[in-house]
């Protein structure tokens, strides 16, 4: 008989083992915090990557790895969570906890809402705050989560177990939880996360399409690298969070707009002090944040 | 007596002696092409910095240095290039050959014509593309110029010899030097260099301005950090290049904003296909920059 204490998470099923999922499992592996662990996707090249990697102990069906799992973890684009949370609910077993890694969160919490009935409590809707370019298990790495922000947005039916579980998980990762309301972390991830997006893509996209791309494309430097690096992102990803949190995006790309109105006049009118102020306010804020902030 | 050859620039000026001028001068040190070094700025700490750095040989008054340069860098910000012209003239000897690293041309091609008159062909207008958050001696380094983009735009009466000092400097700088017209360099860098700095920089601005900008800064990520870095730029830096560079750069700005309406336009409708056609273009064109570019 073994000594070894009981994993957090005896079985972790991840739905979708790409670098978000992927991580999770890496991590929670690293940590000694999940016994076994299955991984479920569309596509079993994907699947059998991630084994080789170890990123999961094996494949599984999502009718298996629901029948087994302690929790599971839905890693899926957002655009695809609302429906696979309508394919589980009635299979869902009562000590099973689901949460989900979606960017967005009010879109998930109405779908659950719709779809989990009595067992609405046994789901965690979450949005760890952290990615990179690359996609797909072989960028997942259990480092992935230190020092990130995880956000979940518990509803008032979530149950404290189920609650608790998905904190302590995101812990063992390295992550720091925070709690909100959907709404407010729609509206803030519209802002700091989703418009730069929709901005990045916008510049890429004009410059890709003027007649002279070429020549400037060669000229492109180093600022350039770094404004336009999220554009290179996962258009299907990225359709999904716009699409879903159309409201929130619309209404600050409106702000945004009238932000650039403001500094194109001063430019216009050739008002010299205006600019420096803006660009010196800009500059300053930016300097501050990177101060304050893990990531820089 | 010595037998050491005769390096490329046996005095070289740098007037400015920061992450440019100061990188410019490492690189001619480290490679040996350049004798001694005089070092010429408003500010005397910065000067001492640069000179126990050993970025220059001894600072000098510009009279000085007038007297004994064989090639005069002007690494000053661009809105006061054309005013350093302006003193140099009259005392610029037939031998010294003067160059500048300012990011703008069109208005510095302008000056010095204005300025010069006969010795307009001993100028050589340059542009480094490179650079860095970072600015002052401290940040300049030996290889900051390795691989990058050169661009000089020579006029009609740029004498030869100058043309090719300038050049070779470059190149034992580690640069890809590469020549085309004021208008082409101003368009282009208004495209790849100066909107993304503009939009970069609205954006802070808006996200610093708004009510609730703790909470947004505090849930920032990593695409926000790269979106942002150029923002934290010197502001007197680049309220000069917008300001000489304006008309480009409005034209640039208004053409991203009706990529702008066009995007959002797809997202208002909420035309998924639309919208997801405009990101995959942005992200292939990215992945191929990426994947011909020596910067990422």
């Known amino acids: 008989m073994s000594n070894q204490p009981t994993p957090l998470v005896p079985v972790l099923a991840v739905v979708g083992v790409g670098l978000i999922g992927g991580s999770f499992a890496a991590a929670l592996k690293a ?14 090249s994907t699947l059998e990557r991630a084994r080789s990697l170890g990123l999961i102990d094996e494949a599984a069906t999502l009718d298996a790895a629901l029948e087994q799992a302690d929790l599971v973890m839905l890693a899926a684009p957002v655009g ?5 949370l309508d394919t589980i609910a009635p299979r869902l077993r009562a000590n099973t906890v689901v949460t989900d890694a979606g960017s967005t969160k009010s879109d998930i919490v109405h779908a659950a809402r719709q779809s989990l009935g009595s067992k609405l409590g046994q789901f965690v809707p979450g ?38 579980l998905v904190t302590r998980a995101w812990q063992v990762c390295g992550a720091r939880v925070l709690t909100m309301d959907p709404d407010t972390h729609d509206t803030v991830l519209a802002s700091v996360s989703h418009v730069p997006h929709f901005l990045s893509s916008v510049f890429m996209w004009q410059v890709a399409m003027a007649q002279d791309s070429d020549l400037r494309l060669s000229l492109a430097g180093s600022g350039f690298r770094d404004f336009t690096r999220i554009a290179a992102g996962s258009s299907e990803v990225w359709r999904d969070i716009f699409m879903t949190n159309r409201k929130a995006v619309l209404t600050e790309l409106a702000d945004v ?28 804020a930016r300097r501050l944040w990177a101060s304050r902030s893990r990531l820089t």
Chains 1, 2 share one sequence.
């Open 127 to 164: 949005h760890p705050i952290a990615g990179a370019e690359q996609t797909g298990p072989k960028a997942a790495r259990p480092d992935l989560y230190m020092n990130r922000n995880v956000v979940l947005t518990p509803l008032a039916e979530t149950g404290r177990p189920a609650l608790s």
């Open 257 to 284: 707009r009238r932000a650039l109105e403001h500094a194109e006049q001063a430019l216009r009118d050739g008002d010299a002090q205006a600019l420096e102020d803006f660009l010196e306010r800009a500059a300053l």
């Open 31 to 44: 940590a000694g915090a999940a016994g076994r662990i299955l991984g479920v996707g569309r596509d079993t």
């Open 80 to 84: 695809t969570i609302a429906s696979l």
